[in-house]
Nanobody, 120 residues
Framework: QVQLVESGGGLVQPGGSLRLSCAAS????????MGWYRQAPGKQRELVAT???????NYLDSVKGRFTISRDNAKNNVSLQMNTLKPEDTAAYYC??????????????WGQGTQVTVSS
C-alpha cells in the first residue's frame, strides 16, 4: 500500500514559480508512471504531466515549456517545477502514481492535493 503526500503549493503572482513535491511511502512491488493532475472549480480535471520510470515525460499542451516534471526512482518521489505561472494555472494539484502490488495487482494511488493560486 502506497501513500502520497504533496507539498509546495501556495499563492504566487503571475509570472512567478512554484515547485510541487510528492513523497511516496508504503509497501509496493513497484511504482511505475507518476504524475500530476489538477482541477479548478468549474473545470474538468486535467492531466498536467506524467513521467515514466525511464524518464519519458508528457505534458498538457498549455504547460509545455513552463512546467518540468522529474522523479527520483530510488526514493519514489516526483516533483513539478512550475515557471511563468498564469492565473489559469490556479487549481488543486494532485499527485498520482501507478502502483503494482506484490502479486501483480495494479492500482492508482492519489495524494490529498495541494492548492496553487496564481493571482496578483
Amino acid at each position: 500500500q502506497v501513500q502520497l503526500v504533496e507539498s509546495g503549493g501556495g499563492l504566487v503572482q503571475p509570472g512567478g514559480s512554484l515547485r510541487l513535491s510528492c513523497a511516496a511511502s508504503g509497501v509496493a512491488f513497484s511504482i511505475n508512471t507518476m504524475g500530476w493532475y489538477r482541477q479548478a472549480p468549474g473545470k474538468q480535471r486535467e492531466l498536467v504531466a506524467t513521467i515514466t520510470t525511464g524518464g519519458d515525460t508528457n505534458y498538457l499542451d498549455s504547460v509545455k515549456g513552463r512546467f518540468t516534471i522529474s522523479r527520483d526512482n530510488a526514493k519514489n518521489n516526483v516533483s513539478l517545477q512550475m515557471n511563468t505561472l498564469k492565473p489559469e494555472d490556479t487549481a488543486a494539484y494532485y499527485c498520482h502514481a501507478h502502483v503494482v502490488l506484490h502479486g501483480g495487482r495494479m492500482y492508482v494511488s492519489w495524494g490529498q492535493g495541494t492548492q496553487v493560486t496564481v493571482s496578483s
